[in-house]
Nanobody, 128 residues
Framework: QVTLVESGGGLVQAGDSLRLSCVVS?????????VGWFREAPGQPREFVGV????????NYADFVKGRFTLSRDNDKNTAFLEMNSLKPEDTGTYYC????????????????????WGQGTQVTVSS
């Protein structure tokens, strides 16, 4: 069993920053899991935000967050981070982290269907 718990969301103003955390517990596969971040705005489908490979050496971001959001991870603490800067009202939504174990592959994927484990989400609200 794998459990993911997000934290760090909140209500901020446009231009502010937030740092989301995703703690993975249970069967952690010695840290060899890819972590993806997705978000869901009210009335909108869930969309890809970014992904980081298990080593941290590979990342990919959605175009709308490039240059503003940064992914990182601390495998010793089984925690992944999403640093969000220059937040905009359109960044408002529920942010989810997801994990997938790919064996020894240090891979990244933007497809929701590739992820086996999901957190419950943390709410981010950006006021104008």
């Amino acid at each position: 069993q794998v459990t993911l718990v997000e934290s760090g969301g909140g209500l901020v103003q446009a231009g502010d920053s937030l740092r989301l955390s995703c703690v993975v517990s249970g069967r952690t596969f010695s840290g060899r899991y890819t972590v993806g971040w997705f978000r869901e705005a009210p009335g909108q489908p869930r969309e890809f935000v970014g992904v980081i490979s298990w080593s941290g050496r590979r990342t990919n971001y959605a175009d709308f967050v490039k240059g503003r959001f940064t992914l990182s991870r601390d495998n010793d603490k089984n925690t992944a981070f999403l640093e969000m800067n220059s937040l905009k009202p359109e960044d408002t939504g529920t942010y989810y982290c997801a994990a997938d174990y790919g064996g020894d592959r240090d891979y990244i994927t933007a497809f929701e269907s590739e992820y086996d484990y999901w957190g419950q989400g943390t709410q981010v609200t950006v006021s104008s």
